[in-house]
């Protein structure tokens, strides 16, 4: 019996006995809360914390089946104390159409400060928050995006080329690689190969922070000692390679050609609002690193997804090798927000109430965290009648309703770097099947999803074996 077997057996039994009713006094067992709140698992929040951690999607399909469209999770730090999950499209139309001064996204996130910073683009609202994304948002419009393309196509290029004919290859680990080397070269603009050497480790352990060192910043006497003070010292050497790569892009006698992300942002503010002064150095330090966190491993895993879907699909990888070779990038985009949809990356968003309102018609106190489940939504069968089933096309016909695929996000809080993602991801997969078919290794069936962090991804890596494209490339 192997190891991965036994680890979803113990997953099974550990949330069907939680959710199983049991014998004893009052309060045991599931049951309505008889809170506020909208109905939920009575379950004690410890338990129904590491639950959600551990098990995410298990628990919350259950939930939806318990308790229908909208239920409520009583859970401890760092997650919510109430978190009310919302799935349907009207429902979460909502939630992000409703005043950014209701809703709070950056208080909802507070945990994330002490990697991100207090200016982070997730971390703020109302006022700040606005001023951060029009400040950050002409660095992510088309017009730059297709000036980062020939610089993604090259580092995809790079990678691809270690890659051997007849050979397993890892795809998330080789993904995160690939997608670190884009946001230290496109995003960060550090081109000095001394420097990205001695910075990219750096950020991979930052990226991969064990869940433990989350303790640190509730007890900061632990930060002395062991995996805190590690974390501490790499985060403070980062913080140093970082201002020294902004102070010295400053004087940059270039800097007004330079295409990365951050020679872009060093040259807005002062625009059409005048109250908008350019970033400082410390908010810049801080989107960079929102930027590396966002936008590395959630893009990563969707690429490592999509090998896998693609492997296990050889009809769809036949159309999409084809994509690729005819430049139909279209249909490559498909497959990557298909991937996005069925195995979900990122499994919800949060918004904190600034005051008592009413969501869906449900009355909600001031505190409550209102969750947009994206997992469930990608899940739904109103909106996916065949929704576990691999099927790019629904992409192409139209038949994707609003507020049904949200991997980004939505309203004011949409994702800003979703466009380079998508472009990003695109590229790469143009590169990988324009040389290679992928199939799945001898004995490889499903891949199962397990929690890394923030983000779902594929338990045992992705693995695809890899066999040279005799077709002559584009």
Known sequence: MDSGFRSRRRAFYAVRQAIQPQRGGAGEGIGIVTTAY????????????????????????????????????????????????FSRP??????FAADPADLHAGEGNRLLVH????????LTDEDEHARARRLLMPAFVGSS????????????KTHIDRWVS???????????????????QVVFGVTDERRRAELAPRLRRIVNVNPIVFFGWKYPALQRRGPWKRF??????????????????????????????????????????PADAPLSDAELRDQLVTLLLAGHETTASALSWACHELAANPEIQAEARRAAHDGDEKYLEAVLKEAMRQHTVIASTGRKLTRDMAIGG??????????????????????????????????????????????????VRRCIGAGFSVMEGTAVLREILTRYRLSLPDGAGSEPSRIRNITHVPAHGARVVLTADNAVRV
């Open 145 to 156: 995006l297709r000036g980062y393309r020939t610089l993604v196509d090259a580092i995809a």
């Open 38 to 85: 909208p109905p939920g698992p009575s379950l004690p929040s410890t338990v129904q914390t590491v639950l959600y951690a551990k098990w995410r999607g298990q628990l919350l399909r259950w939930a939806a089946r318990r308790y229908g469209d909208v239920f409520t999770l009583h859970l401890v730090a760092p997650y919510a104390e109430n978190l009310v999950v």
């Open 115 to 122: 990697i991100m910073g207090e200016h982070s683009l997730l």
């Open 166 to 184: 007849g050979s397993t290859v890892h795809t998330l680990d080789e993904m995160n690689d690939l997608t670190l080397d884009v946001i230290t």
């Open 90 to 95: 009207d429902h979460i139309r909502e939630i």
């Open 232 to 273: 501490r010292d790499n985060q403070k050497a980062i913080d140093e390679l970082l201002y020294t790569e902004i102070v010295e892009r400053r004087t940059h006698p270039d800097l007004d050609t330079r295409a990365d992300v951050l020679s872009r942002l060093l040259t807005v503010g002062s625009g059409e609002h």
């Open 362 to 411: 449900i009355d909600l106190p001031q505190g409550a965290v209102v969750s947009t489940s994206i997992l469930l939504a990608h899940q739904r069968r109103e909106a996916y009648p065949d929704a576990l089933v691999f099927r790019p096309e629904r992409f192409l016909d139209g038949s994707v309703g609003a507020n049904t695929w949200l991997p980004f996000g939505g309203g």
